[in-house]
């Protein structure tokens, strides 16, 4: 088992009691396999819905949670038929109920509405329950003992990968020659795996110079120059708990003045962010936090002009902080997220965040700040006639082959504050 039975009784319990005011019984399903285009009967790598992976621990296809008031949760497993054991082998089945028996169960049950969430299948004749799904999943944003140690492995795992990247591009002539970006993805990775990663948690952004102003640039056989600042965003993951890390480094290891004074901006606007995050405190307050002191320091480099409450108010900072400054991370790397319920904004400085709701302990949330030089949006003639009266054009062109900076680490919200996952991984 992944998890300790004491954990999954402790969940089930916490997703039970919240479900008490549904009233209904609920079926949570783990999915099925997804067919490759035109592969015939291959499929993708089956990845059971987070729902019933938390609930239940199991990760295997055709499993059903079902919840009924009063009574609590029963597991319905998929048995091994002959075709699984020819090519898969005799692999070990957990345990549970047949899922044959759900139908006995229903009609038991038949006295409450049915209703169901995870990933259930089309043809069901039971109604999804936003509700339901809202309800689990706000118990699931509060990570247990047992999620955070497996987030913690995913970091040491990465933190491996980081350190041999680093290495190389101190002096890239040693390493390599002709060093590319595609080449800096294999090192990473394989060190990954190396140190016990059981894959990444997303597939791997590495960038150099102007391409790190596209935030998710795939990695090309482009050489890294010299002078270039190389970002590189990647994750590891373990039983499907994600870390999620950016590091922005110089190639030959050392930055050119323009690349040094965005990457000290970024990491102030990082430190302010980190330190804002706490209990009770509104995520979009940790994202203004951030803004406001990337838009003072752009107008200190005088790229932008005016008043840093109207740059910031107005979206204006959305011109080089495009994104929200983090989101939720531990069972796959977008975990939960969401808003408060009756929110409808959910757009701030310019930004739309994907979490927007005050923080708990026992959060996992990325922090990652950037800045960037995207040449389309700067030049976007809409957003020019809006934004143009914040922007010094004549100083802006000195600084678009910069491209990008990012800055991304990983913190659990605690009593009173927050702790930095990602600590040991330099920046």
Partial sequence: MIFSEKAIKARQEKAAHALEKLGKNVLVYSGEPIGKPGGLDQTYPFLPHPQ?????????????????????????VRPIDEDEILWE???EVPEGCPVSMLTEWLKKHSSNETVVTGAFPKDTIYKYSEEADWLIDDERRTKDAEEISLIRQAAKAASAGFAKVRF??????????????RMLQIELEAEFMRNGAHGTSFDTIAAAGRHASVLHFSPSLREVKPDDMVMIDAGTEINEYSCDITRTMPAGGKFEPRCKDIYDLVLKAQLAAIGKAAPGIEWHEVHKTAARVIADGLVQLKIMKGCIDDIVETGAIGMFLPHGIGHMLGLRVRDVGGKLKGREKNTYAGASIRVDMPLREGFVMTVEPGIYFVEPMLNHPERREKYDCFINRSELEKWIPVGGCRIEDDI????GGREVITYNIPK
């Fill in 412 to 415: 659990l919200i605690v009593n």
């Fill in 168 to 181: 190389i591009l101190e002096d890239p002539k040693k390493a390599f020659s002709g060093l590319t970006e």
């Fill in 89 to 91: 082998g005799s692999i």
């Fill in 52 to 76: 019933h992976y938390w609930l239940s621990g199991i990760r295997r296809s055709g499993c059903i949670m079902a919840y009924s008031p009063g009574e609590g949760w029963t597991s319905f």
